[in-house]
């Protein structure tokens, strides 16, 4: 059975822009979790869907924002880049019950500069 | 809100050695899981072990197992024999059991160097 799948694993961008982030999650998996990883602030929950709702979000700004699609591949999005949004974001897959085991793909390193 | 804490911001270990990780965390819940993931260089985070707070009895898998303790908000990880592959940065994660949603509560994690 295949992980789960992070598109691009490295992506280069300039203040200003925005970028879309995919995961594809491990087949069967209807919930999927993103996290922001920063030497300085370690890892941070950004939002989680299920079903293509979001059920859960963490404390980012609206600039930071996301989807599911009816095939349960997710989709993240990050608008009007900052310095500070450079990362490493991960996302992980799960059945959707609640404390069950999340299964991490590789993540996409972002770069803002 | 609940607090994860890892003290240790490095060990090193050689191999074939033991190598005991420390973490514990702050919380007024109840019914909690509490996980140890491990980040290697390819920056996949791998479960390593989870344990259930309402379980007394320590989760082990092969080489690796922890010591719970729920009164004193503890949760160490051991590694035993250790190998070159252990190499990694190890982060301690809690979860409460209602309205947690895929969100887990991390620790700055704690890199171990496994050592020939």
């Known amino acids: 059975k295949a992980g789960v799948t992070q598109t691009p694993r490295y992506l280069i961008k300039t203040r200003g822009q925005q970028v879309t982030l995919s995961c594809s999650p491990i087949?069967?998996?209807?919930?999927v979790s993103w996290y922001q990883q920063t030497p300085g602030q370690g890892l941070q929950f950004l939002f989680e869907y299920f079903s293509e709702t979001q059920r859960n979000k963490g404390n980012f700004p609206g600039r930071f924002s996301g989807r599911q699609f009816s095939n349960s591949r997710s989709e993240m999005n990050v608008s009007t880049l900052e310095l500070g949004d450079s990362a490493l974001y991960l996302c992980?897959?799960?059945?959707?019950?609640?404390?069950?085991?999340?299964?991490f793909g590789s993540g996409t390193q972002l770069s803002v500069l | 809100a609940q607090t994860v804490t890892q003290s240790q911001p490095e060990m090193s270990v050689q191999e074939a050695e033991t190598v005991t990780l420390s973490c514990t965390y702050d919380t007024s819940e109840n019914n909690y899981y509490l996980f140890w993931y491990k980040q290697p260089p390819s920056r996949q985070m791998i479960l390593v072990i989870r344990q259930e707070a309402y379980k007394q009895q320590n989760a082990t898998e092969n080489r690796f197992s922890v010591n719970f303790q729920k009164a004193a908000k503890s949760f160490s990880l051991k590694i035993s024999d250790s190998q070159l592959g252990d190499t990694a940065m190890y982060f301690c994660?809690?979860?409460?059991?209602?309205?947690?949603?895929?969100?887990?509560?991390f620790g700055a994690g704690t890199q171990v160097v496994v050592t020939p």
């Open positions: 087949s069967g998996h209807r919930s």
């Open positions: 994660a809690f979860m409460p059991t209602t309205d947690s949603w895929g969100k887990l509560q």
């Open positions: 992980a897959s799960s059945l959707g019950q609640a404390t069950e085991k999340l299964f």
